[in-house]
């Protein structure tokens, strides 16, 4: 007993000492920021757009100058006068996807990207850096920011988005904050857009380990209304005005759906807390698109809705990739190289192994491991070769895998690993 209150006034002390520094260098704010991405696949830059703010702060009070995983880039608030990182966050974009494809090299185009981060009660420094898939530099902007400036956009409303929790396990200061966003339901339709929302919420938390850490997260449904019903599905000539502008098509893949008009997306957000999005397309087309710390958007009336929702999740917050591959080359097929190893932590190329899951494989196990027969459902780990889009060079950490397979019923447990990590990043300090 003398040792477990030990254990809980240490852990006080800690959580205690990062509140203490966040309130140092932060007010209770967000300041939001618009960037545009662009360029080709040749040379890239990042231009800052506009500056906002809103009151409160939804995302991490712990761990805030580090960051899980290396992700395709960061964005760091810096002191400028020690130098010291106040706050970083790692992410992928829609943009650095696109430049591994063939479009990319006889084509320039912009991209949209927003980030949140705390408001400052100095100036800062904001340093925003992209990375290819070997963790060179693409592109970096640093700029200064004076909170104090009167161009920062005040962001109110007096009336948000009308919205509803579907869990609400305790402040926004405490949890990490999810929003559920309605694109392609129009007014009429909020109730099938609401029943929508919780069985994605709760197909989410049927699997694990979201399941057994469900206390640490807060989900709101945001009925943000179009103008027509369903979405834009380019294949079929159909182009709809929606919320959100998703189309399907992206990277001329048909089952590829996903927005450039990310402002937009936090526009119908001011007023609610949030972090982390999920946007629910009215349409039965198969499909849906997944990127980290970006957004999730898949479509909500298709029969395979509830798989893959919960794998396109699996990329925007557990930062996890795709572990399928094709036997025919497609838009990914460039995506990545085997001469280094992909920060993605549920694949490898085997170049730094004992980076990803070794130390989770029993000592008998072969490398590269026989796949036994899919049907059996085998989540056993192993070192399976074929993933991340290719059949030969890239390994994945079980036979069946819900970021694999649309019949898996789990993530694998090195999948599980990797999501709980980012869960305790966001809510525990390390």
Known sequence: MKRFIMLMISLCGVIGLNAQEFNQHF????????YIFAGNASAQ?????????????AGRRVNMGEIPVRGNGDIKVIDPASGKILYRNSFSSLFQEWLTTDEAQKLSKSFEATFLVPFPKQNVLVEITLLDNEGKTQATL?????????????????????????LKSGSEEEKIDIAIIAEGYTAEQ????????????????????????????NVV??????????????QDGVWKKTALNSNFMTF????????????????????????????????????????????TLTTAHNPLFKPVVVHEFGHSFGALADEYFYDEPDHTENFYKLDYEPWEQNISSLVDFNSKWADMLDKRTKIPT???????????????????????????????????????TQFCPVCQRAIERIIRYNTEQR
């Not at 936090?266 to 629910?280: A, F, K, N, S, T």
């Open 142 to 166: 640093r700029h200064e920011v004076n909170p104090e400036d009167k161009l920062i956009r005040k962001l109110s409303a007096p009336t948000p988005t009308p919205h509803e929790y579907l």
């Open 45 to 57: 830059i990042v231009a800052l757009d506009e500056l906002a703010q809103s009151d409160g702060w």
């Open 221 to 234: 449904a945001v009925m943000s209304p179009s103008e027509q019903s369903d979405v834009s599905v380019p």
């Open 190 to 217: 909020m109730d099938t857009f609401m029943k929508d929302a919780r069985t994605a919420c709760d197909e989410i938390f049927r699997y694990e380990p979201f399941a057994s850490m469900k206390e640490r997260f």
């Open 27 to 34: 007010q209770n704010k967000t300041l939001r920021i618009d």
């Open 252 to 295: 001329y893949s048909p089952r590829y759906l996903t927005t450039n008009s990310v402002h937009l997306i936090h526009d119908c957000l001011v007023g609610i807390p949030y972090e982390h999005l999920i946007i629910l397309a009215n349409t039965d087309t198969y499909g849906g698109g997944g990127i980290y710390n970006s957004y």
């Open 370 to 408: 026989e796949p036994t027969d899919k049907r059996k459902k085998n989540y056993t780990v192993g070192v399976y070769e074929g993933g991340g889009y290719m059949t030969k060079g890239m390994y994945r950490p079980a036979v069946v895998c819900r970021m694999r397979d649309n019949e898996a």
